[in-house]
C-alpha cells in the first residue's frame, strides 16, 4: 500500500480477530516506532509489547475508553520520558506504527491518554516515566469501510499566507 492510501483509509479498529499477528509483522510494526523523528532525536520512548490474555484483559480494565483491548490479541503500550517533546515525538512513533500495521492489513487504535497510572504498576514501569496510550492490535474482525472518513474539507481547515485567506 503506498502512504498516502495508508493515511487515506486507515480507521480505528476495535473489534479484533483472535488469530496472533506474526511476529516479523510485530516486529515491523515496532521497528516504525523506533525509526519514527523525535527532537534532537532524543527518542523519549518505550514500548512495552503484552500478548497474555490475563494482562490485555486487565489493560483493558485499566483504560477507561478502552475494554475492548482485552480481546486484541496484543497490544503495545507506549511509555514516555519526561522530557520536553516527549508527548508529540511519541505521537510519531504511535502513528508511524499504526500506518505500519495497516499496511499489514492489522487494525489498532489509541487507547488512553492520561489516567493510566494503573498500567504503570501493572507492568513495572518506574515512576519517573508516564504512559501514554495503549495500542490494541489485530486483524479486524469486520470489513470497515476503507476510505470513508467524514472529514472537514480543506477549504475549511486550509488558509493560504494569512488567516482566512482561501487556498483555491
Known sequence: MEVFDSIRTLLAVRSYEQRPVPEEVLRRILEAGRLAASA???QPWHFIVVQAPDTLRQLGAAAP???YIAQAPLAIVVVVDRTPYAVSDASRAIQDMLLTAWDAGIGG????FGGL???KTLLGIPAD???????PL???????????KARKPLADIVHRER????LV
Open 65 to 67: 475508553n478502552g475494554p
Open 129 to 135: 516515566l508516564d504512559v501514554l496510550a495503549i495500542l
Open 40 to 42: 534532537m532525536n532524543r
Open 109 to 112: 487504535n489509541w487507547a488512553g
Open 117 to 119: 497510572e494503573a498500567v
Open 163 to 166: 488567516w482566512g485567506q482561501p
Open 138 to 148: 489485530g486483524y479486524p474482525a469486520a470489513t470497515i469501510g476503507k476510505a470513508k
